[in-house]
Nanobody, 126 residues
Framework: QVHIVESGGGLVRPGGSLRLSCAAS????????VSWFRQSPGKERSWLSCISATGGRIMYEDSVKGRFTISRDNRWGTVYLQMDSLTPDDTGVYYC???????????????????WGQGTQVTVSS
């Protein structure tokens, strides 16, 4: 059975930074494209960023472009999301998921992804 685990969330002041991690058991993420998503209070879960299996293709949603950086270390089967210049609008539960439709690719369609974890809470507040 596949379990995806997100970690690294917390409370941070506006302008601060956090680094989220995404790992899996039951499968190695190394051969899959992975995306990060965010569900803000009162809103639906939305796609933020993806990285292909090799790291050769990366995409960002416009609101996080230039502030968030996705990366992966396939030695450890882990995908990261470095978040800088955080604002209160970045508050939410952050999820990662692997691409189940196009497998190794980086795609920005939420329906391509699955095996959702519990998420990690990020709160940006002064």
């Amino acid at each position: 059975q596949v379990h995806i685990v997100e970690s690294g969330g917390g409370l941070v002041r506006p302008g601060g930074s956090l680094r989220l991690s995404c790992a899996a058991s039951g499968v190695t993420l190394n051969t899959f494209g992975v995306s990060w998503f965010r569900q803000s209070p009162g809103k639906e879960r939305s796609w933020l960023s993806c990285i292909s299996a090799t790291g050769g293709r990366i995409m960002y949603e416009d609101s996080v472009k230039g502030r968030f950086t996705i990366s992966r270390d396939n030695r450890w089967g882990t995908v990261y999301l470095q978040m800088d210049s955080l604002t209160p609008d970045d508050t939410g539960v952050y999820y990662c998921a692997r691409n189940l439709r196009v497998l190794s690719a980086c795609t920005n369609s939420p329906s391509d992804y699955g095996d959702w974890g519990q998420g990690t809470q990020v709160t940006v507040s002064s």
